[in-house]
C-alpha cells in the first residue's frame, strides 16, 4: 500500500496507478509465458499445472513445404466479443463434477495424492464447453466423442502429466485402466513413463 511517485516530483501520482499504488491490468491483456522441459531443466510443478492452461510440443513436426503464397485475411476479434464467445460455450452445460470418467480418474490417482481440486473442475469445465462449441457436431453421438476428446485432453494436461514426479509401482495396470476408459493421451502419456523407469 505503499503510494509512489515519480522520482523528481514526490506531489504527482503515476497516472497508470489505481490508488497510486496498484498497476491495473486491462482485461484484453493475457499473460503468455514458455517453460523449457529438458533433461538440463527442474519439472514443471504442480501449481503451474493447477493455474495454467499448458500445451506440450513434446514431438518435431514435420517439415513444411510452402508450395504456393495464399494471403488468408486478417480478422478482428474485440476482447468484448472473445469474452461473448467464451460466454456462450457455456450453454454446452458440461458438468466435470458428475462426468464418470473424471470420477474414475480421481479414484484411480488418489494413491498418488493427485486430486482435482474447484479452480482445476472449473478449468475442465470451461476447456470442454469451448472444445465442443467449436466443434462439427451433427449427432449426440457427435457430441459425446467431443466431450470424451476433450476430457481426454485436459486431464492428460492438467491432472495425468502431475504423474511424472510420483513413484508409480504398478504402471501396467494403471495404464490398461487409462485404456478402459478410452483415454488415449493420457494412454501415450503413461507409456513414456515407463520407458524413464
Known amino acids: 500500500d505503499i503510494q509512489l511517485y515519480p522520482h523528481d516530483d514526490e506531489r504527482t501520482q503515476y497516472l497508470g496507478l489505481r490508488d497510486g499504488h496498484t498497476i491495473d491490468i486491462p482485461t484484453n ?11 538440463s ?10 493455474r495454467a492452461q499448458t500445451m ?7 517439415k513444411v513445404y510452402v ?15 472473445l469474452r461473448k464467445l467464451f460466454n456462450e460455450t ?3 452445460g458440461f458438468d466435470a463434477e458428475n462426468y464418470e470418467v473424471i470420477k474414475k480418474v480421481e479414484t484411480l490417482l488418489k494413491p498418488y495424492n493427485i486430486s482435482f481440486g474447484n479452480r482445476v473442475l472449473k478449468q475442465i469445465e470451461e476447456f470442454v464447453n469451448a472444445y465442443v462449441a467449436c466443434s462439427e457436431i451433427e449427432s449426440n ?15 492428460f494436461s492438467k491432472v495425468v502429466r ?7 509401482m504398478d504402471i501396467d495396470l494403471l495404464i490398461e485402466e487409462f485404456e478402459n476408459l478410452g ?3 493420457c494412454v501415450e502419456f503413461l507409456h513414456t513413463l515407463v520407458e524413464t523407469i
Open 29 to 39: 491483456v493475457w499473460f503468455i509465458g514458455t517453460a523449457n522441459r529438458d533433461e
Open 41 to 50: 531443466t527442474f519439472e514443471i510443478s504442480d501449481k503451474v499445472y493447477d
Open 56 to 62: 506440450n510440443f513434446d514431438k518435431r513436426a514435420s
Open 67 to 81: 508450395t504456393e503464397q495464399i494471403n488468408y485475411p486478417k480478422k478482428f476479434v474485440s476482447y468484448a466479443m
Open 90 to 92: 457455456k450453454s454446452i
Open 141 to 155: 453421438a457427435d457430441h459425446n466423442r467431443y466431450v470424451h476428446e476433450a476430457v481426454d485432453c485436459i486431464i
Open 162 to 168: 502431475k504423474l511424472e514426479l510420483k513413484q508409480i
Open 183 to 185: 483415454l488415449t493421451k
